[in-house]
């Protein structure tokens, strides 16, 4: 596994490079449980070659992946990798919309249970912080709770025609 990048995060460029070293860690703890939240996803590194493959190195035992997001619109244009990787993993990812919070206050969350959280505070400025802090972790969960509670399945693993 690569340096931990620092805890705070002050721009895009440290943003993705803590969500690499977040994708890293997750397939190196094998965290069960790991949430993904974001308004669309198009600024995150899910479609890059390497994201791919420490998913896939994640998720071969027992995983579930959950992506929470107001609209998945733009994510098999931007990220066609991770696209064809959920196909064949759609037994274990689960996609959800919530399309009640207004425009904006989506939160930006990455959430690997007990191994690592990133989280933005301001998506426009890219101000975060990574942390295996537990606090973090549970107000994250809490974050991420609260809008699956008010969210329904979306963005099937695959269509099917008539």
Known sequence: MGTEPASLITSRAEFHVALRYAFETLASAGAREVWLCDEDFADWPLGERATVELLQHWAASS?????????????????????????????????????????????????????????????VHHRGRLSHDKADELRCKEQIDAILQRSEEAFPASTTGL
């Open 63 to 123: 995983r579930k992946l959950t992506l929470v997001a107001r609209h998945f619109d733009d994510v098999a244009r931007r990220h066609p990798r991770w696209v064809e990787w959920r196909r064949n993993w759609a037994h274990i990812v689960s996609c959800r919309t919530n399309t009640e919070l207004a425009t904006g206050k989506f939160p930006t969350v990455l959430l690997g249970l007990g191994a690592i959280s990133v989280r933005l505070s301001d998506n």
